[in-house]
């Protein structure tokens, strides 16, 4: 237990001391008095409604909708790609065996073991080579042993390789209410031009 101090000079509890910034806040720092994202006045603003102003079956093409408002000097901050319909698509690669885990585990062992050789080679006095080699070697050793252990201990239940994706099943372009008609209008004369109209 801490017993208050009689020193004039002590400040109280909760009460700034000489020197502190009144109102007790934090003093500014070179890039000015930090502030919490709430307190910044655009988050403190409510975001308006918000408008579709095109759809789009792949990102590429709703990415060159937004590209072509950029270039028509649109307000494209106020602009959103949202995804719409997502699916996790997962993508079956191979077979995997006992083998191939091994080897899958060795290259990674590899990688690790080549990172943790550059740390020794940097401060070792003589033969660097000898020790980057060495650690990849005992990395490829070790992730070979325990890729192959982590396969059998699935005991055949996952035996195939694959890759997880997230895909929608379209794109939508919105816009702010404000600025929508403006938006839809830019938009027409890009598809226009795609469809070779003059």
Not at 11 to 21: F, H, K, M, R, S
Not at 30 to 48: D, E, K, R, S, Y
Not at 159 to 176: C, G, K, P
């Amino acid at each position: 237990m801490t017993l208050p101090s009689n020193d004039p000079t002590t400040p109280a509890p909760g009460v700034p001391g000489p020197g502190a910034p009144a109102g007790g806040s934090v003093p500014p720092g070179p890039a000015g008095v930090p502030t919490l994202p709430a307190q910044t006045p655009a988050a403190a603003a409510p975001a308006g409604p918000t408008v579709v102003v095109g759809t789009y079956p792949e990102y590429a093409q709703a990415q060159q909708a937004v590209d072509h408002l950029s270039d028509n000097k649109f307000p494209v901050e106020r602009v959103s790609i949202v995804g719409t319909d997502l699916r996790l698509v997962e993508t079956v690669l191979g077979r995997l065996t006992t083998a191939r885990a091994a080897a899958a585990g060795a290259a990674s062992g590899a990688w690790f073991g080549l990172f943790i050789g550059l740390l020794f080679g940097i401060f070792s006095d003589s033969g660097w080579l000898g020790v980057i080699l060495t650690t990849v070697i005992i990395g490829a050793i070790w992730g070979a042993i325990f890729g192959a252990i982590a396969h059998a201990a699935t005991g055949g239940r996952r035996d195939f390789s694959s890759r997880s994706s997230l895909q929608a099943a379209q794109y939508a372009v919105i816009a702010d209410a404000e600025v929508a008609d403006e938006a839809r209008h830019l938009l027409v004369q890009l598809n226009w031009r795609a469809s070779g109209a003059q």
